[in-house]
């Protein structure tokens, strides 16, 4: 495990942030929320400011592991709720801009805290 700076550690002690397969080049990242690097949710109550948030903590991820949101191969997103999935959109076009990454994304009824809006998953290739 690395220990990424802003970024909490797990939730549990059962998984990582990331795990990078023997090789190198398969990094697998697991779910990144709106927590602060202290593990608080923050912007509740906006799903927008989560989703940033959530993605900030993912190019933390990515970045410890010298990777870049160009490197994402696929990413699942998981969200409570589609009314602002035209800003989230917006802001998954800044991020992947140009042939951007296999994507899924699913309405759940919750995430592991009420207060969670949004969570991403991501595979990516480090070269």
């Avoid at 090789?23 to 509740?44: F, K, P, R, T």
């Avoid at 949101?69 to 696929?74: A, G, L, P, R, T």
């Avoid at 409570?80 to 998954?92: G, I, K, V, Y």
Wanted: glycine share 8%.
């Amino acid at each position: 495990m690395v220990d990424v700076p802003g970024v909490p550690p797990p939730f549990r002690c059962y998984y990582s942030n990331a795990v990078r397969v023997a090789g190198g080049d398969m990094l697998y990242i697991s779910g990144q929320v709106a927590w602060d690097e202290d593990g608080n949710v923050v912007c509740v109550g906006d799903g927008p400011g989560q989703a940033r948030k959530a993605f900030d903590n993912l190019g933390k991820v990515l970045a410890a592991h010298g990777a870049t949101y160009d490197d994402v191969v696929k990413v699942t997103v998981y969200v409570t709720d589609f009314s602002w999935f035209d800003e989230l959109s917006a802001l998954r076009e800044q991020l992947f801009p140009h042939n951007g990454p296999a994507s899924t994304i699913v309405q759940v009824s919750q995430l592991v805290q009420p207060e969670l809006m949004i969570e991403v998953e991501a595979v990516a290739v480090v070269r």
